[in-house]
């Protein structure tokens, strides 16, 4: 027995056109999803372009600070340590000459003598300076933990460079925390030696001559003038 088609529920043919509401659907559904994807691009992109400022404007921020810091170490107030020497070897060339050469007559920089060494964290350098005739300057340097230490040493002068000795003594007050000056010689030759504290660091200079030109007062003011650099060049040990 046959039993007719129900009317209202037609049976779908295959290649048959979607329905024209599906079809609207469909295309409102891509649509939102590039939308998405647009939105997201341009949101990643502007993080990106943002963090990239930022880095940019941490580094330009970083250069100023580095040029502030070399503005501050010439302060208006004149006292800086950018010019204060290491006291290793390198720093008997750091020494102006000029005050020895018009004394002593110009140095021969090939016999410069220099030492230095290290030991407990404390730096000495010795620095030796002649002329053609072998009369010279000698400095030494020494960074002592405290100014107390430096002081005590140098007053202990009194002890030792004596007249029992064989020395002319007197305490030095003209520079300085403490200061020794002592001479010893004979016919042939004179020393001259100045020994200070200048805060914890000590400087002993002696100098050694043969030319009877040179009296006591231009051997005392060529080694004032070395102590002087002294405190100029090593400020940051004191």
């Not at 027995?1 to 048959?16: K, V, W």
């Not at 010019?83 to 005050?99: R, T």
Request: charged share 15%; aromatic share 12%; with cysteine.
């Amino acid at each position: 027995m046959t039993y007719p088609s129900q009317p209202g529920y037609p049976t779908p043919q295959y290649g048959q056109a979607p329905q024209p509401g599906r079809q609207q659907n469909n295309l409102w559904l891509i649509g939102g999803t590039i939308l998405v994807i647009l939105i997201i691009i341009m949101a990643v992109t502007l993080l990106l372009v943002q963090n990239n400022n930022d880095a940019n404007s941490a580094d330009n921020g970083g250069d100023s600070g580095d040029t502030g810091d070399n503005g501050g170490d010439t302060d208006n107030g004149g006292d800086t340590d950018v010019g204060s020497v290491e006291i290793n070897a390198e720093a008997c060339d750091s020494f102006d000459l000029a005050a020895f050469d018009s004394t002593l007559g110009a140095h021969d920089p090939s016999q410069n003598y220099v030492s230095a060494s290290t030991s407990g964290g404390r730096a000495s350098v010795s620095c030796t300076y002649y002329n053609e005739n072998y009369s010279s300057v000698y400095v030494y340097i020494y960074d002592y933990e405290s100014a107390d230490d430096a002081i005590s040493y140098v007053q202990s002068d009194a002890d030792y460079y004596n007249a029992d000795n064989g020395y002319e003594y007197s305490e030095y007050t003209a520079y300085g925390d403490a200061g020794s000056l002592y001479t010893m010689g004979d016919d042939t030759y004179t020393t001259t030696t100045l020994h200070v504290a200048l805060q914890s660091l000590e400087v002993s200079t002696y100098m050694t001559w043969y030319d009877e030109d040179v009296d006591q007062d231009a051997a005392l003011a060529v080694l004032e003038d070395f102590v002087m650099q002294s405190d100029s060049l090593f400020t940051a040990y004191k």
